[in-house]
């Protein structure tokens, strides 16, 4: 037994996880086979933002390899303690707003980006990569995907539609990072199927400057089959994996 702190709760939460991991997985496969998708084309991103270490080393012990956190500040120790706990196996995604200054930090454990939205972001994680690699801290490339706003309000994050070609092409061009592809989430109160229709338009449109963006980070709890359906290679779920959220996200 990893993770837990000891016996029953520890062994509650692992079942918990299991169960609602295991039911996730099949509401994915279910979702890919409606849309006649391989299992094998979406990758299911958990997303552990305010919850312990403990239970990211449960999920990777049920075969999670790769997560998703929101802010900087909570998500640095966890990688640190996974690392100490399981090793360098495990690959970390910040989908959440990044503020210029945490760029830097962010660099240091991201393995990729979803939430980039600005030329000015962009400048500052191509200064943190390079800096994380003076100091030996990585040597991949940070794989970015642009956040797109669809519906233009952008106090919610992304870029607005007409700003996606200067920070798609800041992002291609500049030096330790590769451009994944596109990320959105859809506005308050839109149809879900309609908001990823758009961003398949958006992404098809970028593809054709950029064949090898292919990554689509689309799709959470409450949408993942519209998103799968609309070309989703990347779902990131959190609530149906792990349960409600103890304190509200930003
Ligand atoms: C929190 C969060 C998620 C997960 O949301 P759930 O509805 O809990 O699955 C997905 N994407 C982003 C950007 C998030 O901040």
Sequence with gaps: MTGGDGA??????????????????????????????GVDEVILLPVTKFFPASDVAILRDLGCREFGESREQDAA????????????????????????????????????VHSVDSLRLVDALQRGVERARGDGE???????????SLDGDT????????????VADAVAQASGLRLAGLMAVPPL?????????????????????????????????GDLEEAVRHGSTCVRVGTAILGPRPVTSP
Aim: hydrophobic share 40%.
């Design 155 to 166: 106090h919610r994050g992304g870029v607005d539609r007409a700003e996606l070609d200067p």
């Design 189 to 221: 109160e839109s149809d879900a199927d309609a908001a990823f229709a758009d961003l398949a338009g958006l992404h098809q449109r970028l593809l054709r400057s950029y064949p090898t963006a292919t990554g689509l980070s689309a799709g959470m709890t």
């Design 8 to 37: 029953p709760e520890g062994d509650a939460r692992r079942a918990y996880l299991a169960e609602h991991l295991d039911a996730v997985r099949s509401r994915l496969a279910d979702a890919c086979r409606a849309a006649g998708r």
């Design 77 to 112: 120790p966890k990688v640190i303690a996974l690392r100490e706990s399981a090793g360098d196996d495990v690959r970390w995604h910040m989908i959440g707003h990044v503020q210029r200054n945490k760029a830097r930090a962010v660099a240091r454990w991201a393995h990729e």
């Design 138 to 148: 990585r040597t991949d490339d940070l794989a970015v995907y642009v956040q797109v």
